[in-house]
């Protein structure tokens, strides 16, 4: 065999193994969301249900409704009839880990950005007593 052929063959099982394992790490495991239609969903989310304590049913329910009200086209789309359009798309082929991981990821910087928030707001007030404070001051004899 001649060292190109060699080394071409070197590189082609290299890079099979390679994708072979990128694969397998970004792939859930689990049933996925069918979001093709509003009933195939509902009957994904229950076969998904199935599969899962009912502690993880819960936070996957709360995940979803979380994830829904937290995108104000979600939230804009829901009607009375099931599921929009919209969030048909997002959850269609997503799992249950996914799903919760991500409205875990979205919990926790909004929390951030909360804690941020009020550190700032503290901030500014210290300041504005600061300030008037300073005006008393300038005020007495």
């Given at each position: 065999m001649s060292r190109f052929s060699c080394g071409f063959l070197?590189?082609?099982f290299g890079t099979m193994f390679l994708l072979a394992g990128?694969?397998?790490t970004t792939k859930s495991k689990g049933p996925r969301?069918?979001?093709s239609s509003s009933e195939s969903m509902q009957a994904s989310l229950e076969r998904i249900n199935e599969t899962l304590s009912l502690e993880?049913?819960?936070e996957l329910q709360e995940s979803i409704d979380f994830l829904i009200?937290?995108?104000s086209v979600l939230k804009l789309s829901m009607g009375d009839s099931g599921y929009s359009k919209p969030v048909l798309n997002y959850f269609d082929g997503k799992t249950a880990k996914e799903i919760i991981t991500k409205a875990n990821k979205m919990k926790h910087a909004q929390q951030f950005s909360l804690k941020h928030q009020i550190s700032d707001d503290l901030e500014?007030?210290?300041e504005n007593q600061?300030?008037?404070f300073?005006?008393?001051q300038k005020d007495l004899p």
């Open positions: 070197v590189f082609l990128c694969e397998s969301i069918d979001g993880k049913q819960q009200d937290s995108d500014a007030m210290r600061q300030k008037q300073e005006e008393i």
